[in-house]
Protein backbone atom coordinates (compact mmCIF):
# COMPACT_ATOMS: atom_id res chain seq x y z
CA UNK A 1 0.00 0.00 0.00
CA UNK A 2 1.08 3.77 -0.17
CA UNK A 3 0.28 5.07 3.04
CA UNK A 4 1.53 4.20 6.68
CA UNK A 5 -0.17 1.11 8.30
CA UNK A 6 -0.51 -0.56 11.52
CA UNK A 7 -1.93 -3.62 13.02
CA UNK A 8 -3.89 -4.64 14.86
CA UNK A 9 -6.38 -1.86 14.45
CA UNK A 10 -8.07 -2.57 17.77
CA UNK A 11 -6.93 -3.88 20.72
CA UNK A 12 -8.61 -5.02 24.12
CA UNK A 13 -5.98 -6.63 26.54
CA UNK A 14 -6.20 -7.27 30.73
CA UNK A 15 -4.38 -5.20 32.79
CA UNK A 16 -1.17 -6.62 33.67
CA UNK A 17 -0.57 -8.10 30.07
CA UNK A 18 2.05 -7.42 27.59
CA UNK A 19 0.79 -6.23 24.16
CA UNK A 20 3.14 -5.00 20.61
CA UNK A 21 1.92 -2.73 18.46
CA UNK A 22 3.09 -2.98 14.50
CA UNK A 23 3.74 0.02 12.06
CA UNK A 24 4.39 -0.37 8.74
CA UNK A 25 5.92 3.03 7.28
CA UNK A 26 5.85 4.19 3.75
CA UNK A 27 8.37 2.87 2.17
CA UNK A 28 11.92 4.89 1.17
CA UNK A 29 10.72 7.11 4.38
CA UNK A 30 13.68 7.34 7.20
CA UNK A 31 12.34 8.60 9.81
CA UNK A 32 9.32 7.20 11.78
CA UNK A 33 7.50 8.69 14.86
CA UNK A 34 4.89 7.30 17.53
CA UNK A 35 2.64 9.48 19.01
CA UNK A 36 -0.29 8.68 21.70
CA UNK A 37 -3.91 10.11 21.40
CA UNK A 38 -6.02 10.29 24.42
CA UNK A 39 -10.17 10.78 23.59
CA UNK A 40 -10.80 13.48 22.23
CA UNK A 41 -7.52 14.97 22.78
CA UNK A 42 -4.29 16.18 21.00
CA UNK A 43 -1.44 13.56 19.98
CA UNK A 44 1.51 12.98 22.59
CA UNK A 45 4.99 12.31 21.70
CA UNK A 46 6.68 8.74 22.82
CA UNK A 47 9.50 8.10 20.36
CA UNK A 48 11.41 8.99 17.25
CA UNK A 49 13.25 6.91 14.97
CA UNK A 50 16.03 8.48 12.10
CA UNK A 51 17.89 6.35 10.04
CA UNK A 52 20.48 4.61 11.95
CA UNK A 53 21.05 7.12 14.85
CA UNK A 54 19.91 6.05 18.15
CA UNK A 55 16.33 6.76 18.84
CA UNK A 56 14.74 9.75 20.85
CA UNK A 57 13.19 8.53 23.60
CA UNK A 58 12.46 11.36 25.46
CA UNK A 59 8.19 11.03 25.17
CA UNK A 60 7.83 7.83 26.78
CA UNK A 61 6.16 7.65 29.51
CA UNK A 62 8.00 5.10 31.26
CA UNK A 63 10.20 2.37 31.41
CA UNK A 64 7.13 -0.23 30.77
CA UNK A 65 7.27 0.99 27.12
CA UNK A 66 9.68 -0.02 24.47
CA UNK A 67 9.79 0.70 20.74
CA UNK A 68 12.26 -1.19 18.44
CA UNK A 69 12.98 -0.46 14.30
CA UNK A 70 14.33 -3.64 12.51
CA UNK A 71 15.75 -2.77 8.85
CA UNK A 72 15.27 0.75 8.95
CA UNK A 73 11.51 -0.33 8.25
CA UNK A 74 9.13 -1.95 10.85
CA UNK A 75 8.51 -0.95 14.16
CA UNK A 76 7.24 -2.27 17.20
CA UNK A 77 5.68 -0.22 19.93
CA UNK A 78 5.87 -2.72 23.26
CA UNK A 79 3.91 -1.93 26.50
CA UNK A 80 4.68 -4.36 29.60
CA UNK A 81 2.12 -4.82 32.11
CA UNK A 82 -0.30 -2.42 30.50
CA UNK A 83 -2.64 -0.51 32.91
CA UNK A 84 -5.93 1.17 32.60
CA UNK A 85 -3.85 4.12 31.74
CA UNK A 86 -2.37 3.05 28.97
CA UNK A 87 -5.66 2.91 26.69
CA UNK A 88 -5.42 5.32 24.02
CA UNK A 89 -5.26 5.61 20.03
CA UNK A 90 -1.21 4.80 19.42
CA UNK A 91 -0.54 6.44 15.93
CA UNK A 92 2.64 5.80 14.18
CA UNK A 93 3.59 8.52 11.52
CA UNK A 94 6.80 8.56 8.86
CA UNK A 95 8.25 11.10 7.24
CA UNK A 96 11.20 11.41 3.94
CA UNK A 97 14.16 12.65 5.95
CA UNK A 98 12.48 13.51 9.79
CA UNK A 99 14.06 17.35 9.22
CA UNK A 100 11.20 19.16 10.34
CA UNK A 101 12.46 22.55 9.04
CA UNK A 102 11.97 21.68 5.27
CA UNK A 103 8.38 22.33 5.25
CA UNK A 104 8.51 20.08 2.01
CA UNK A 105 8.89 16.93 5.25
CA UNK A 106 5.82 16.02 6.02
CA UNK A 107 4.65 13.61 8.57
CA UNK A 108 2.01 10.52 7.25
CA UNK A 109 -0.05 9.21 9.46
CA UNK A 110 -1.29 5.84 9.73
CA UNK A 111 -4.95 5.10 11.16
CA UNK A 112 -3.50 4.30 14.63
CA UNK A 113 -3.91 1.11 16.86
CA UNK A 114 -7.06 1.71 19.50
CA UNK A 115 -5.92 0.62 22.56
CA UNK A 116 -8.23 -0.69 25.82
CA UNK A 117 -6.73 -2.04 28.50
CA UNK A 118 -9.68 -3.86 31.47
CA UNK B 1 8.73 22.04 28.24
CA UNK B 2 7.36 23.61 25.01
CA UNK B 3 3.62 23.60 25.06
CA UNK B 4 1.32 24.57 22.67
CA UNK B 5 -2.39 25.87 24.25
CA UNK B 6 -5.27 25.33 21.42
CA UNK B 7 -8.68 27.21 21.94
CA UNK B 8 -11.19 26.98 21.72
CA UNK B 9 -11.61 23.25 22.52
CA UNK B 10 -15.47 22.44 20.93
CA UNK B 11 -16.80 24.70 18.72
CA UNK B 12 -20.40 24.51 17.01
CA UNK B 13 -21.85 26.43 14.19
CA UNK B 14 -23.94 27.13 11.62
CA UNK B 15 -23.31 25.94 8.05
CA UNK B 16 -22.35 29.51 6.29
CA UNK B 17 -20.72 31.13 9.37
CA UNK B 18 -16.93 32.36 9.92
CA UNK B 19 -14.50 30.78 12.69
CA UNK B 20 -11.37 31.08 14.40
CA UNK B 21 -8.81 28.39 15.90
CA UNK B 22 -5.84 29.79 17.84
CA UNK B 23 -2.56 28.37 19.08
CA UNK B 24 -0.32 29.86 21.53
CA UNK B 25 2.98 29.02 23.30
CA UNK B 26 5.33 31.18 25.42
CA UNK B 27 7.73 29.00 23.05
CA UNK B 28 9.15 30.23 19.91
CA UNK B 29 9.14 27.61 16.81
CA UNK B 30 10.89 26.92 14.37
CA UNK B 31 7.60 25.97 12.12
CA UNK B 32 3.91 25.15 13.14
CA UNK B 33 2.08 23.22 11.15
CA UNK B 34 -2.03 22.67 11.27
CA UNK B 35 -3.94 19.00 10.44
CA UNK B 36 -6.87 17.82 10.34
CA UNK B 37 -8.14 14.58 11.80
CA UNK B 38 -11.39 12.64 11.06
CA UNK B 39 -13.05 9.61 13.46
CA UNK B 40 -11.02 6.51 13.10
CA UNK B 41 -7.84 8.12 11.10
CA UNK B 42 -4.85 9.90 11.84
CA UNK B 43 -4.16 13.36 10.97
CA UNK B 44 -3.36 14.88 7.50
CA UNK B 45 -1.60 18.15 7.34
CA UNK B 46 -2.95 20.95 5.75
CA UNK B 47 -0.31 23.61 5.69
CA UNK B 48 3.21 24.20 7.41
CA UNK B 49 4.26 27.97 8.16
CA UNK B 50 8.15 29.07 8.61
CA UNK B 51 8.50 32.47 8.76
CA UNK B 52 6.93 35.18 11.35
CA UNK B 53 4.08 37.04 10.29
CA UNK B 54 3.32 34.36 7.64
CA UNK B 55 0.04 33.96 5.94
CA UNK B 56 -0.98 30.94 3.60
CA UNK B 57 -4.33 30.52 2.10
CA UNK B 58 -6.01 27.32 1.70
CA UNK B 59 -9.16 28.17 -0.25
CA UNK B 60 -11.31 28.97 2.33
CA UNK B 61 -8.89 28.24 5.05
CA UNK B 62 -6.19 30.80 6.20
CA UNK B 63 -3.49 30.31 8.45
CA UNK B 64 -0.91 33.14 10.36
CA UNK B 65 2.04 32.25 12.13
CA UNK B 66 2.51 35.17 14.60
CA UNK B 67 5.70 37.39 14.43
CA UNK B 68 7.26 36.18 17.00
CA UNK B 69 6.60 32.40 15.87
CA UNK B 70 5.28 31.66 19.34
CA UNK B 71 1.46 31.38 17.97
CA UNK B 72 -0.64 30.66 14.99
CA UNK B 73 -4.04 30.92 14.16
CA UNK B 74 -6.52 29.31 11.45
CA UNK B 75 -9.41 31.18 9.78
CA UNK B 76 -12.27 29.37 8.16
CA UNK B 77 -14.97 31.53 5.99
CA UNK B 78 -18.37 30.31 5.44
CA UNK B 79 -17.79 26.93 7.11
CA UNK B 80 -19.54 24.37 5.07
CA UNK B 81 -20.24 20.66 7.17
CA UNK B 82 -17.49 19.15 5.25
CA UNK B 83 -15.14 21.06 7.71
CA UNK B 84 -16.22 19.15 10.71
CA UNK B 85 -13.27 17.44 12.48
CA UNK B 86 -10.62 17.91 14.71
CA UNK B 87 -8.46 20.52 13.88
CA UNK B 88 -4.56 20.31 15.39
CA UNK B 89 -1.48 22.64 15.56
CA UNK B 90 2.00 21.46 16.22
CA UNK B 91 5.03 22.73 16.68
CA UNK B 92 8.72 21.39 15.80
CA UNK B 93 9.90 20.78 18.85
CA UNK B 94 13.69 21.22 19.23
CA UNK B 95 15.81 18.57 17.67
CA UNK B 96 14.71 16.50 14.50
CA UNK B 97 11.47 15.84 13.44
CA UNK B 98 9.51 15.42 17.10
CA UNK B 99 6.54 17.69 16.92
CA UNK B 100 4.44 18.84 19.89
CA UNK B 101 0.67 19.32 19.36
CA UNK B 102 -1.85 21.35 21.03
CA UNK B 103 -5.12 19.38 22.41
CA UNK B 104 -7.24 20.11 19.34
CA UNK B 105 -10.47 21.56 18.57
CA UNK B 106 -13.25 19.44 17.98
CA UNK B 107 -15.35 21.77 15.31
CA UNK B 108 -18.73 20.49 13.93
CA UNK B 109 -20.71 22.90 11.49
CA UNK B 110 -24.59 22.07 11.26
CA UNK B 111 -26.30 22.30 8.09
Known amino acids: GAGVSQSPSNKVTEKGKDVELRCDPI?????LYWYRQSLGQGLEFLIY????????KSGLPSDRFSAERTGGSVSTLTIQRTQQEDSAVYLC????????????????FGPGTRLTVL | TQLLEQSPQFLSIQEGENLTVYCNSS?????LQWYRQEPGEGPVLLVT?????EVKKLKRLTFQFGDARKDSSLHITAAQTGDTGLYLC???????????FGQGTELSVKP
Open chain 1, 93 to 108: ASSFSGRILWSSDTQY
Open chain 1, 27 to 31: SGHTA
Open chain 1, 49 to 56: FQGNSAPD
Open chain 2, 27 to 31: SVFSS
Open chain 2, 49 to 53: VVTGG
Open chain 2, 90 to 100: AGAGGQGGKLI
